[in-house]
Nanobody, 116 residues
Framework: QVQLVESGGGLVQAGGSLNLSCVVS????????MGWYRQAPGKQQRDLVATITSGDTTNYADSVKGRFTISRDNAKNTVDLQMNNLKPDDTAVYYC?????????WGQGTQVTVSS
């Protein structure tokens, strides 16, 4: 069993910043890929925001590249998402994700709302 708990969401003005944190219930050293996904209001699809591998290789959605930074701290078993220059289109529930073969694990989500 792997449990993921997100925190750090909230309401911010456009142009502001938030840092999301995902705490994992076990060591993440052996988890190949972790990431953040988001689900916009009124939609069922969870879209990829950013991923990071155990070797610190990162991948970002084009819409957030240059504004968001994903990082992992293996000592603390956490994966963070630093979000800068937030836009109203970033409003969504953000979910932490881990892939540990053969299973996908998801957190419960944290709400991010960006107002103009």
């Amino acid at each position: 069993q792997v449990q993921l708990v997100e925190s750090g969401g909230g309401l911010v003005q456009a142009g502001g910043s938030l840092n999301l944190s995902c705490v994992v219930s076990r060591t993440i050293f052996s988890i190949n890929t972790m990431g953040w996904y988001r689900q916009a209001p009124g939609k069922q699809q969870r879209d990829l925001v950013a991923t990071i591998t155990s070797g610190d290789t990162t991948n970002y959605a084009d819409s957030v590249k240059g504004r968001f930074t994903i990082s992992r701290d293996n000592a603390k078993n956490t994966v963070d998402l630093q979000m800068n220059n937030l836009k109203p289109d970033d409003t969504a529930v953000y979910y932490c994700h881990a892939y540990l073969v053969p299973f996908d694990y998801w957190g419960q989500g944290t709400q991010v709302t960006v107002s103009s």
